[in-house]
């Protein structure tokens, strides 16, 4: 019987040290006899049940060691696995090692090249049936692990029962295991080449174990029915970028709590909550922080160990279809906060996966961000780059997704973000810029455009980089929108100033314009400006009460007249005074307040303003759709501008003024001969301002004003902002 085991192999399988226990184990033939063999270190007895000859087959046990071996006679056969424990408990198995790779040449050859962009259908867990045979697959790549095992409760956690093969020595392990139903909780166990015992959470997972716990869990992605689909081929028809896009940026933990801990709603009842207030008020899009699987909830979804699991806090990843899908039926787009630029250090994630730096650098003045505690990808490996063009596709494949906007991505363009001197390697050129994430940016826009030409790519991109949103042919990154984060500084920076002293940084007001056809901008104001110490919107803004309303109106008028789409984070429609916090739900007591009920009540009207008025958004990518009317009454604060689109009748002006003075007699030069009608003022009474306004029909008379042959005498209120709208 021992004739037919290999003792090197036999070794190998007791010190968990062999790359391809396949080879040994299972069924095999030698001189014309087939023998199987088999190894359970717990078990006292084995026998083969042999299926096609109904018969049982005794195994014997190799010197008490656990590898049991039978042989079968001189042809293969189907069979079983009986096995007894200490215990006496029996149970019965089809064999893991009987099956062949699932795992194809073509895999490993595109993912070796970087181009399997369905790769999260092969590595990680899936529920499978093989020759009629219903099981889980698990498959990881680890090319510098000694040994991979998947442990779970179905092996006790022990790592000496279910070790992978390395298929055809690619890195890639993998294995079937029969019998295995959806809600197995795993991990894999691998051995380094140091002899270290390491347990990480699978990268490919699709769902994972509500923290602080980190395995991972089998989950079966298949079987949602999708209601969206006269959403999805409308917006197949659209221009997405010569659309309105007014975002709303949403942290799903905090939007609202539900009773009792850990305090989060799951994702079908956020849906009927949310969708309905989003749809209410006038947004077209909802942008969630980041949901991929993350540790820690201080990180807000920043730190990201589970990049193909929705987390587990809010649901499971079917639940999150439904948010997606509800979203959809109300015609609601849905953009998610994506993060290819680091990953944290948890022993369970991809640090250090296969005992080496294999996501990341080895070099830390390349692997590591030092003021973030952070590991930085690797975009010179393939692999790296397909895990995360991959993922990128799998939201927006499985998920339905409408967008991704990139988080950090001057981190990845530049050697030495957030680094010293002597904490960065310069590039090849002996300059900052990092060649292999430019190459990967042009690599992941241009493949998702390709396959989606409605999808929304945006980039959070906090320098003047240039060509962040221009076409990959044309040398740029080729990202359909880019964060204005420029403006956000200058006139956050402009608002913070007492009126009396705006005068003298009108600047700061008025330079976004000397870019802003530069890129697709879209002009935010986000989560990162409202903690940290930076305190709300609303507290943000000089003066008394009353002032800082009007400040707050005429600030986010400002925001909806300039060209960009639009994005606010939640709780700054209706005026929250506290500083955002994760760890509790919005202020949505305030809405019992007049003055948060009216500036609720403004921004829904700006909004369907913004929506209704084609000249606010038809053209907010070329100067052909805006013009200065006046943009140096610094002494006054006032800025006037026309916005455009391709019908001369639906020509907009808008006034803002800065100052808490009211102009009863103000001039401006205007495009147009005959008559104007205001449409919308943030200083009417159902919004809490002072009720200057300009009712009736105005008409044009003949002045030369403001370098115009046309001028316009009308009411600008304090703090406030007037649209007035050619008529004919």
Same mark, same amino acid.
């Given at each position: ?231 999805? %081929? ?66 807000? @979804? ?20 439904? *948010? ?24 369970? @994630? ?26 930085? *990808? ?99 990154? @080729? ?132 929506? %209704? ?7 907010? *990518? ?57 449409? *919308? ?48």
């Amino acid at each position: 019987m021992e004739k037919y085991i290999n003792e090197i192999e036999m070794s190998e399988i007791l010190g968990t040290e062999h790359r391809d226990p396949h080879h040994f184990l299972g069924m095999h033939q030698q001189d014309g006899i087939y023998y199987i063999n088999a190894y359970k270190p717990s078990a006292f007895k084995m026998e083969v049940l042999d299926l096609t000859h109904h018969q049982q087959i005794k195994m014997t046990n190799i010197k008490d060691t656990g590898i049991f071996t039978a042989v079968v006679g001189d042809q293969p056969i189907d069979y079983k696995l009986k096995i007894v424990e200490g215990s006496g408990y029996e149970w019965e198995t089809y064999d893991a090692y009987a099956f062949e790779p699932v795992i194809q040449e073509l895999d490993m050859y595109l993912f070796g090249n970087g181009t399997h962009y369905e790769i999260y259908k092969k590595l990680g867990a899936h529920l499978m049936t093989i020759n009629g045979i219903s099981g889980v697959h698990f498959a990881v790549w680890a090319p510098n692990a000694k040994r991979v095992s998947v442990i779970g409760d179905f092996c006790g956690w022990d790592g000496r029962v279910y070790p992978l093969r390395n298929v055809n020595n690619s890195g890639i392990y993998e294995i079937f295991i029969p019998g295995l139903l959806e809600n197995e909780k795993y991990k894999f166990e691998i051995k380094t080449q140091e002899n270290y015992i390491l347990e990480k959470s699978d990268p490919y997972a699709n769902y994972a174990e509500f923290r602080p716990n980190t395995a991972s869990v089998v989950t079966n992605l298949e079987g949602y029915e999708w209601q969206d689909g006269e959403y999805k %081929e409308r917006m197949m028809s659209k221009d997405v970028l010569n659309q309105p896009i007014a975002i709303y940026e949403v942290h799903l933990g905090s939007w609202k709590k539900s009773e009792g801990e850990p305090g989060y709603m799951n994702y079908r009842d956020i849906a009927e909550d949310l969708i309905g207030y989003v749809k209410e008020m006038g947004y077209t899009h909802i942008e969630l922080m980041p949901i991929a699987e993350h540790p820690f909830d201080g990180s807000w @979804g920043y730190q990201v160990t589970g990049y193909f699991a929705p987390t587990s806090r809010f649901g499971t990843p079917k639940d999150f279809m439904y *948010f997606v899908d509800r979203c959809h039926q109300n015609d609601i787009g849905v953009i998610l906060d994506w993060v290819p630029a680091h990953f944290p250090k948890d022993a369970h @994630g991809l640090v250090d996966f296969d005992g080496t730096a294999l996501y990341e650098h080895e070099d830390p003045r390349k692997g590591e961000h030092p003021h973030w505690g952070t590991m930085i *990808f690797n975009y010179g490996r393939n692999e790296v780059n397909n895990f995360l063009i991959a993922n990128a596709f799998y939201w927006i494949n499985e998920y339905h997704i409408d967008g991704l906007r990139v988080d950090a991505v001057a981190s990845m363009l530049y050697l030495d973000y957030g680094k010293d001197y002597g904490e960065w390697i310069p590039n090849p050129h002996g300059g900052r810029e990092n060649y292999d994430a430019i190459d990967f940016f042009k690599h992941l826009n241009s493949i998702l455009y390709k396959d989606h030409p409605d999808l929304l790519m945006i980039a959070e991109e906090s320098t003047s980089w240039p060509g962040v949103s221009r076409p990959t042919n044309y040398g740029g990154l @080729g990202f359909g929108l880019k964060w204005n984060m420029g403006w956000m500084n200058d006139f956050l920076r402009y608002l913070s100033f007492d009126p009396i002293h705006r005068q003298y940084h009108h600047n700061d007001l008025t330079f976004s314009m000397v870019y802003a056809f530069t890129e697709n901008f879209a002009l935010v104001l986000s989560h990162d400006e409202v903690v940290h110490g930076k305190g709300s919107m609303i507290n943000k803004m000089p003066g008394d009460y009353w002032q800082k309303f009007a400040n707050l109106r005429a600030a986010y008028g400002y925001m909806y007249v300039h060209p960009g789409k639009k994005l606010m984070f939640m709780g700054c429609e209706f005026a929250q005074f506290d500083e955002w916090s994760e760890n509790k739900s919005l202020d949505w007591h305030l809405l019992g307040f007049e003055k948060h009920q009216q500036m609720q009540q403004y921004v829904k009207d700006l909004n369907r303003l913004y929506l %209704e008025e084609r000249a606010l958004w038809f053209d907010d *990518f070329t100067s052909e759709g805006f013009e200065w009317i006046n943009c140096m009454d610094y002494a006054a604060s006032i800025i006037s501008l026309v916005r455009k689109s391709d019908q001369i009748d639906e020509t907009l002006i808008a006034v803002v003024n800065f100052t808490p003075v009211p102009r009863t007699l103000h001039k401006i030069g205007v495009p147009y001969k005959g008559y104007y009608e205001e449409i *919308f003022n943030s200083d009417d009474f159902k919004y809490g301002g002072s009720g200057i306004t300009n009712t009736g029909m105005l008409t044009s008379f003949d002045e030369r004003y403001d370098e115009r042959d046309q001028t316009l005498s009308i009411k600008v209120p304090p703090l406030g902002m007037s649209v007035i709208k050619y008529k004919g």
